[in-house]
């Protein structure tokens, strides 16, 4: 059961047919799952670039663990290293320009991690292809 009073981690990450997202919390026995969460991508989301499937993803995954995280600061932890710039660009993309608003309301830090330590999320959005 996740602890109110704790803050969340949330990883995400896209192939390129499915996303995953895994909502984390560290209880005192490190980083454990509280919810999964994956998803196949429709044949137009198979043909974005990778940033777009990303960030879509990001989108999804917060907005699919949002009666935890919404008025609370969590973390967002992402393989993706073009992700970290998520809040402060200007999309001149409107796709991009329209995910980057719906994130808005929402108060997280982005961190990027490798790609090995974001395997439960990797899993997922791999799982959804086969």
């Given amino acids: 059961m996740p602890d109110l009073a704790l803050p969340y981690v949330v990883r995400t990450d896209a192939s390129d047919r499915g996303m995953g997202a895994v909502l984390l919390q560290d ?9 999964y969460a994956s998803k196949k991508l429709n044949s137009a989301e198979q043909n974005y670039a990778t940033v777009e499937k990303e960030c ?9 663990f949002e ?21 402060r660009m200007k999309p ?6 329209r995910w980057a608003l719906q994130l808005q309301p929402y108060d997280f830090t982005i961190k990027v991690i490798p790609g090995k330590d974001n395997v439960g999320a990797d899993y997922l959005s791999r799982m959804t292809t086969a």
């Fill in 27 to 35: 209880q005192g026995k490190g980083l454990q799952p509280v919810a």
């Fill in 56 to 64: 879509l993803a990001t989108v999804w995954g917060i907005q699919k």
């Fill in 67 to 87: 009666r935890y995280l919404y008025g609370r600061h969590f973390v967002l932890e992402t393989d993706h290293q073009p992700l970290q710039y998520l809040q």
């Fill in 92 to 97: 001149t993309n409107a796709r991009l320009m």
